[in-house]
């Protein structure tokens, strides 16, 4: 591996880790905000309890992700010099809105959501909960947003002088087709990770203590939320897939392994071969018209292939080979599809068993092992998306091997990933060890009556 490799290597890395982190802050929030909102509106001591337990998650959460962000982003300065060069006065208005906008609407509310339980009323201590689930929300747009641009520039312009490319129109990167689409569905994705969360912790607690009617209402809302939310999210993706055909068909062709146009064109369940080596694969179940319906939403629509793409690429851009690697992309959007219907079923399963979910032992006990499902699927949508664009860094313009910088060898980055590798690995251990030990705990203990007009005291972190 030479030392563009070795910088992708670590980039993928570091991104999916702290990916793991981003959907459930982002979705944790805004359920702990329903529970409190609940709680302000009925006064009911559950949900009191309930937004005090998951807060606690929400915060572990959001103190590893912040630490996994800096290294992130310490790793892409290092690493990819020559994109910051190229693209930085555009790639940088949407970070740099991020940073000064929401990350500190985010952290500074949810610093007086954490000191205000016995100093500030319950109606603007209400507010200051959603107001940390409006930065995340709002964070994940401006990075969407820039990631976004990646996947189809616009509203920028080539300065003639520098060579560099300079932004133009700001309101075009924040309307770009594939950013509406794709944040939607970023968004859906927190939601279902939370939602499996709180469903799975839930579970786990209702197997131990069927009576404990705190944690059956933190399944029911999880359920409320996850089956339309996984509902939805499947349609969007199937949006977003027809969108980022329009911009980028060669991920999408690459993503169903199709090395020749077709029209119509079968999806296959899964096949045997076809990669980057084998352009003759041997389709399993293979669906008629299913393709063309998803990728351009036409019974009849047509595909093409990416042979074809490769030669009107190498017209368009000199020679070079423009295809992604396939069997990533081809299992990468597999996986993702096949587990988020999987949790489609599930949530769909909970629903049927609303009432007498404590009575429900193989249910609770699914939905406990359902735990990792979403972060799973939102790795392989990660790598469905980053794959897919190579081997450009931004699509059309810049190629990857020419971001990378040039005075970085391979050997620093070896050194460093592996001190990345190291770190990472105790920040899971610290993490997994503080969520499982704080997701363990009982509920508070119901207040007394003669403590019910007493001042709400903050949690004990």
């Known amino acids: 591996?030479?030392?563009?490799?070795?910088?992708?290597?670590?980039?993928?890395?570091?991104?999916?880790?702290?990916?793991?982190?981003?959907?459930?802050?982002?979705?944790?929030?805004?359920?702990?905000?329903?529970?409190?909102?609940?709680?302000?509106?009925?006064?009911?001591?559950?949900?009191?309890?309930?937004?005090?337990?998951?807060?606690?998650?929400?915060?572990?959460?959001?103190?590893?992700?912040?630490?996994?962000?800096?290294?992130?982003?310490?790793?892409?300065?290092?690493?990819?010099?020559?994109?910051?060069?190229?693209?930085?006065?555009?790639?940088?208005?949407?970070?740099?809105?991020?940073?000064?906008?929401?990350?500190?609407?985010?952290?500074?509310?949810?610093?007086?959501?954490?000191?205000?339980?016995?100093?500030?009323?319950?109606?603007?201590?209400?507010?200051?909960?959603?107001?940390?689930?409006?930065?995340?929300?709002?964070?994940?747009?401006?990075?969407?947003?820039?990631?976004?641009?990646?996947?189809?520039?616009?509203?920028?312009?080539?300065?003639?002088?520098?060579?560099?490319?300079?932004?133009?129109?700001?309101?075009?990167?924040?309307?770009?087709?594939?950013?509406l689409r794709s944040y939607l569905h970023v968004l859906l994705a927190s939601l279902i990770t939370a939602a499996v969360v709180m469903l799975a912790i839930s579970a786990w607690h209702l197997r131990r203590r069927p009576d404990d009617s705190g944690f059956r209402r933190s399944a029911q809302l999880a359920l409320v939320v996850l089956a339309p939310a996984t509902m939805i999210n499947l349609l969007v993706g199937s949006e977003l897939g027809v969108t980022e055909g329009e911009f980028q068909p060669m991920k999408i062709a690459a993503a169903e392994a199709q090395w020749d146009t077709c029209q119509p064109c079968s999806f296959s369940m899964f096949q045997i071969g076809g990669g980057n080596n084998d352009q003759t694969p041997d389709k399993i179940i293979a669906i008629p018209h299913l393709l063309s319906l998803l990728a351009t939403n036409s019974w009849d629509g047509k595909v093409v292939g990416m042979n074809e793409l490769q030669a009107q690429y190498e017209q368009q851009y000199g020679p070079g080979y423009y295809i992604p690697n396939v069997f990533i992309q081809y299992w990468a959007m597999r996986v993702m599809a096949y587990l988020a219907s999987l949790i489609l079923l599930i949530s769909l399963w909970g629903l049927w068993r609303w009432k007498r979910l404590e009575s429900s032992p193989w249910f609770l006990r699914v939905a406990l092992w359902s735990l990792p499902l979403p972060f799973i699927v939102n790795t392989a949508g990660w790598v469905l998306t980053e794959n897919g664009r190579q081997p450009w860094i931004v699509q059309g313009l810049q190629l990857t091997r020419d971001a990378a910088s040039p005075s970085v060898s391979a050997g620093t980055i070896v050194v460093s990933l592996v001190v990345f590798v190291v770190l990472y690995g105790v920040l899971a251990v610290v993490d997994w060890t503080l969520m499982a030990r704080y997701a363990a705990r009982e509920l508070e203990p119901e207040e007394a009556p003669d403590e019910a007009e007493q001042p709400v005291h903050a949690p004990s972190y």
């Open 1 to 179: 591996m030479d030392a563009v490799d070795l910088a992708r290597l670590q980039f993928a890395s570091t991104s999916i880790y702290h990916f793991l982190f981003v959907p459930l802050t982002i979705g944790l929030a805004l359920l702990v905000a329903l529970l409190q909102t609940q709680w302000y509106r009925t006064d009911r001591s559950e949900y009191l309890r309930l937004t005090r337990f998951f807060g606690i998650l929400l915060v572990i959460n959001v103190a590893v992700g912040v630490v996994t962000g800096l290294v992130q982003e310490f790793q892409f300065g290092m690493n990819w010099s020559g994109y910051s060069r190229f693209v930085g006065d555009v790639f940088g208005a949407p970070l740099a809105m991020e940073g000064l906008a929401a990350f500190f609407l985010e952290s500074t509310f949810l610093g007086l959501w954490l000191f205000g339980w016995n100093r500030l009323s319950r109606r603007v201590h209400l507010a200051t909960i959603w107001m940390v689930a409006l930065g995340g929300v709002l964070s994940a747009a401006f990075i969407m947003a820039a990631n976004s641009w990646m996947q189809n520039p616009v509203g920028y312009t080539i300065n003639p002088d520098t060579g560099r490319a300079q932004l133009t129109d700001i309101g075009a990167v924040l309307t770009n087709p594939v950013f």
